[in-house]
């Protein structure tokens, strides 16, 4: 509690301890032995562990599209992780299989859809993968039993700035990446979606069968929200599941003054959304939300186990709703989720995505006053793209010498902080831009006064220069 909890939110202790691979093998005692250690020793390797890992809760941690930490989320870890439950029967996870079944039934409500069923899964990746899936299964529902022989080539449709995840699941379904068209997107990001029809006719034009559009809404690195009513347009007109990748930008949906960003998703047929992301309802807790009600989710993923699902059971074996899933074993994630929403309420969720996305807002405003920072564009989410240009640059002429030089600016920056333990932030180059900082925004620990925001993080990153 002391070194994990309290310190790791002190913003005057490191982000992190930096040690390259083979020296923090070397400190660290890996090896495990014919016999046991004393506990003297298990209790300093939990101390080398804690203090060599990366502090996600602290504030000036912005790496990755999850931050901070949420204490009624942690006391319900620390319940599940107790009791050690497996959610897919009522008769051994009683509690949490209501929990889960009520956390949907909200979720699906702010989709705003009337009614639906949903499973939460080991992340968005997977929840990505269900979706295409099940469409796969709603199209040709053969392919269950007959498999992938004598089945039409399946097109998957994305856009260009999808989550890698989508190219994944088509690799793992046996639907071939080259069969997941691409969509392009605009300069902001966001799927254009005329090039998603053309790109429909060709696949038929082909004698491919188009069968699944995967919009996002939220993008990894931008965090552009696809156009969804225009999208839906389209898939209702060529008879096409839509699934909504909102495993970033769903949280949005209990904000009624962002909420406008996810306009349309009620008119998908699938929806990813990750509560441990913008909610902080830890990692992880990601659910697949479906707007079928008539049962498609289990009929796609049952196998009718009779040692597990029994249907002369003494109690109402609706409730046993583990064949939904591709798993077995199955966490109970809904559980610390449910427990957050409990503490704050709707309108506590609502106030942490708002005050995320004014912390942004923040940012980007005095970005624009400092010199030597350039936004690479106007964000809509919490996603904020900048270049750090430094002095010896700032008068060059933007040529080829000059975005040569400036593209490896980020990654040396990075390096320092990471190896001085001051803020760990992200880079990347992207459509054919140099490398550039990407900054996100979660933790309501980032800082309690706003007005330190901006100079907390551009000194920082000054300094290393």
């Known amino acids: 509690m002391e070194e994990v909890i309290k310190k790791a939110a002190d913003v005057t202790e490191k982000v992190c301890e930096w040690q390259p691979p083979e020296k923090l093998k070397a400190l660290l005692d890996l090896e495990l032995k014919d016999t046991g250690e004393n506990h003297q020793k298990l209790l300093q390797f939990c101390r080398d562990v804690i203090k060599f890992s990366v502090k996600t809760n602290h504030p000036r941690f912005f790496n990755q599209l999850y931050a901070g930490i949420d204490y009624y989320s942690l006391a319900a870890r620390f319940i599940t992780e107790a009791l050690n439950p497996s959610v897919y029967t009522y008769e051994v996870s009683p509690v949490f299989l209501l929990v889960e079944d009520a956390v949907l039934k909200k979720m699906i409500e702010f989709i705003g859809w009337e009614e639906g069923d949903g499973i939460f899964n080991p992340g968005g990746s997977v929840s990505n993968m269900y979706a295409m899936n099940l469409a796969r299964y709603k199209y040709c529902p053969d392919i269950k039993e007959q498999g992938l022989s004598g089945m039409p080539r399946l097109v998957v449709l994305t856009s260009d700035e999808c989550h890698y995840s989508v190219k994944k699941a088509a690799s793992f379904l046996g639907i071939g990446t080259q069969n997941v068209y691409f969509i392009k997107s605009d300069e902001r990001g966001k799927m254009i979606p005329e090039e998603l029809e053309k790109q429909v006719l060709r696949a038929r034009k082909e004698g491919s069968a188009p069968f699944f559009v995967s919009a996002t809404a939220g993008t990894t690195v931008l965090g ?23 495993s970033w930008g769903g949280s949005a949906l209990l904000s009624r003054k962002h909420c406008r960003l996810l306009h349309g ?7 990813a959304w990750n509560p441990h992301k913008m909610l902080m309802a830890g990692i992880q807790c990601c659910a697949l939300l479906v707007k079928d009600s008539s049962g498609l989710l289990k009929r ?17 074996v609706s409730y046993d709703t583990g064949d939904k899933s591709i798993q077995c074993s199955r966490r109970a994630d809904a559980f610390k989720f449910w427990m957050t929403w409990k503490a704050l309420g709707t309108t506590g969720l609502e106030e942490r995505v708002n005050r995320a996305l004014a912390l942004a807002r923040y940012l980007v405003d005095e970005i624009k006053k400092r010199e030597g920072f350039q936004l690479l564009l106007e964000p809509e989410y919490a996603n904020i793209c900048f270049w750090y240009i430094p002095p010896s640059l700032r008068n060059m002429e933007e040529g080829h010498e000059y ?35 990407r900054q996100v925004i979660i933790s309501p620990k980032v800082i309690d006064v706003p007005q330190h925001l901006s100079l907390r993080v551009c000194v920082c990153v000054c300094l290393c220069v």
């Open 224 to 246: 552009a929200f696809d156009p969804l009513d225009e999208i839906a347009d389209i898939c209702e007109r060529y008879g096409l599941w839509l699934h909504v990748d909102a």
């Open 265 to 271: 998703i009620h008119r998908a047929n699938s929806v």
């Open 300 to 316: 796609c993923y049952s196998a009718n186990a009779s040692y597990l699902f029994q249907q002369d059971k003494f109690y109402d």
């Open 403 to 437: 975005w040569e030089k400036l593209h490896h600016v980020a990654p040396a920056i990075k390096e320092r902080m990471m190896k001085k333990g001051s803020i760990m932030l992200g880079y990347q180059p992207h459509r054919g831009k140099v490398n550039f900082f």
